[in-house]
């Protein structure tokens, strides 16, 4: 229950970071990691609790892989993936697979919460900006339009005479495409904002370009490193920045789900 509420505390700490600067402190992150470690030892010290330094070293070793591929495929920002790293002491136990299999229950409710949380989030952006963004939609409608997904539409309800089903599925191709369009007319509306160079921090995803002092700064997903907000300090234009939208609060919604459908089963089986 203590590490419960230490990791709670630590999440909720890490969105208001990410909030207020959008990017998440690695020294929390390093806390709340060396907190969950101190713990699992506490309990092997002074209670018996099982801990077996090699079966935690393995899970370490999965916990960073998976954390490294959400990361570089794109599902997770750098401090995200941190985060998600840092709270692998949390799902350990002794037997590796059920380690993995707490893990793996997380990661199915982390996708639910930022699903919903996502979906609640551009409605939330929608209505906000909603004259703005019905100019960029019209730019974007032709993705409606598309052959792709007028194929793809008959297709499932191809596949529906042999499985009825498809038919409920084939509407999703639409509602899919709405939500891509919306995504991308809130990119250009209510995610992206113009910034001096000294406001600048590591991750920032640039849009365009810039080239200045004979050098030029690439838009990447990855963002800006130490060197690049180094180079730009004396940048006297604006910089146009991209905002993804927070994916902490995902894991706060998932963290507190785990919990108490964890003491749910636990209590009922």
């Known amino acids: 229950m203590m590490l419960f509420f230490v990791f709670l505390v630590g999440i909720i700490l890490a969105v208001f970071q990410d909030f207020k600067r959008r990017e998440i402190d690695d020294w929390l992150n390093l806390f709340l990691f060396l907190s ?48 998600l790293f ?5 799902f350990y136990s002794f037997s590796l697979v059920d380690s993995f299999i707490s893990l793996g229950y997380f990661l199915v409710l982390l996708f639910f919460s930022g699903a919903a949380y996502g979906l609640s989030y551009i ?16 730019k974007n409608e032709y993705l409606f339009k598309s052959k792709i997904a007028f194929v793809l539409f008959l297709a499932f309800v191809f596949m529906g005479f042999f499985n009825v089903r498809f038919i409920f599925l084939a509407p999703l191709v639409y509602v899919f495409l709405l939500l891509v369009i919306l995504g991308k007319s809130l990119e250009s509306v209510s995610l992206t904002r113009s910034v001096s160079s000294s406001v600048l921090v590591e991750g920032d995803w640039i849009v365009g370009d810039i080239s200045f002092r004979g050098r030029k700064i690439k838009s990447s997903w990855e963002g800006l490193n130490r060197e690049d907000i180094a180079l730009l300090k004396n940048y006297r234009g604006k910089i146009k920045v991209k905002d993804g939208i927070q994916f902490s609060p995902a894991f706060l919604i998932a963290f507190v789900l785990y919990f108490f459908l964890d003491n749910l089963l636990a209590i009922l089986f």
């Open 123 to 138: 409605i939330f952006l929608t209505v906000r900006d909603f004259k703005s963004v019905q100019g960029s939609v019209s």
């Open 86 to 90: 840092a709270l692998g002491p949390y």
């Open 36 to 83: 969950g470690i101190l713990f699992l030892l506490y309990g092997y010290l002074f209670f018996g609790s099982s801990f077996s330094i090699v079966s935690f070293g393995f899970f370490c070793f999965g916990m960073f892989l998976i954390s490294i591929l959400f990361y570089y495929g794109r599902f997770f920002s750098g401090g995200d993936a941190k985060l």
